[in-house]
């Protein structure tokens, strides 16, 4: 029997957890120690500082509900309806604080992975061509033709001396350099560079909010359940 039930510190916002732990440890049953370990995981999360994320809290919940039903009867609140009472108490307490996502939810995330995908797509058509003239600019490509004591030049004169072949990968960067990619201003290309950021920020979250299911289902006695 557990003995008398001290008080929650002071402002905790998830007594009847505490109250769970609490009896949990002052009972010596081995067979508790996969329940106790995932509470405590439970409570590590919820007492973290800064944003909780409300889909780990609800994860765990499914966790420790799956380990309380297979020990049935865990004899830590007089009767078994007590006993039911007060699990449902503790899923009622935490499952408050972090319900569900309107139905929506994945609409929403389907929605935010194609318009960040169509915002990196179009940063990308204005950002990739300057990065490909600055590249050529780098070698010694410009618009006016290979630049003397540069890498182009070089090429030129050892590869091709005084005739480069029409259609050659030297002629098609040169063409390139002077002009053959278009582009964009100052303006736009760093409006590309935020629409790129912008697309790849919006299919971050909503993959990174998909539901992770990184814990095995053990039993009460901490083996593979199966």
């Known amino acids: 029997m557990a003995p008398d039930m001290p008080t929650p510190p002071p402002g905790d916002r998830f007594p009847v957890l505490w109250h769970f732990i609490y009896r949990i440890e002052c009972t010596p049953a081995p067979h508790f120690k996969v329940f106790l370990n995932r509470l405590l995981a439970l409570s590590t999360l919820l007492h973290t500082p800064g944003q909780i994320d409300g889909k780990a809290v609800r994860r765990r919940c499914n966790s420790i509900r799956k380990v309380y039903n297979k020990l049935r009867h865990l004899k830590l609140w007089g009767t078994k309806d007590n006993e039911q ?32 995908g169509a915002l990196a797509v179009t940063g990308a058509t204005i950002v990739l061509p300057a990065i490909a003239v600055g590249g050529l600019g780098l070698l010694g490509f410009s618009a ?33 350099a002077m002009g053959g990619i278009v582009v964009g201003s100052a303006a736009e290309i760093v409006a590309g560079a935020f629409a790129v950021t912008a697309g790849v920020g919006l299919i971050g979250n909503a993959l990174g909010g998909a539901e992770d299911r990184g814990e095995d289902d053990e039993s009460p006695d901490g083996k593979d359940g199966h």
Not at 153 to 166: D, K, L, N, P
């Open 85 to 116: 009472r007060a699990f449902e108490l503790l899923e009622a307490e935490i499952l408050t604080a972090f319900p569900e996502p309107a139905p929506g939810g994945e609409l929403g995330r389907t929605l935010a992975i194609v318009g960040g």
């Open 144 to 176: 006016v033709g290979p630049v003397a004591g540069t890498i182009a030049a070089t090429i030129q004169s050892v590869c091709y001396g005084g005739a480069v072949a029409s259609g050659s990968a030297f002629a098609l960067a040169q063409a390139a």
